[in-house]
């Protein structure tokens, strides 16, 4: 295809309107500027916020931009970790608050290695969550990194739940 472009850095297949990578952050257009310092070129592009930041204001954390308000996240390819758990049924509860909410979590458990599957864009959330692997101590649960801010509400909105959001 003629207006497809390959980010170089993670390689995935964008169309060459694309101003940025969606998955790693980096940016394909020379003059854009750091949403904080004008002045200053920016290096990438927060994968979480979406604002593009000069490298005092963000950086590559393993390959992917982000910005210092999001840094702390920790990334699996397309996703964020947005809750850890140590129960299954604190996870199965803010699992269900973030699916009434239309998102897509998916979860993981701490010990055995994640093999992180990209949601087709019409995925079935239900088949996505089959992916879960239960029975260790501790379970992430992960959004696309389009759904972070609003899985941050959702779950910080919740009243009963002794469960660390803190990452
Ligand atoms: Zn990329
Ligand atoms: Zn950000
Ligand atoms: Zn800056």
Redo the contacts with the bound molecule.
Sequence with gaps: MENELQCGNCELVLTNEDEFCPRCGSLFEESVKCFTHPAADAEGV??????A?CNEC?SFVNGTF??K??EHYEVLQSLAVVAVCKETYESESLKNSLIENGLHPFLFSGKKSPSVYLPAKNSNAQNALDLAIYGSDEIKILVPFSEVLEAENILSSGEDKPVDHTL
């Design positions: 927060c994968v979480i916020c979406h604002y930041f963000g982000l910005c308000e999001h």
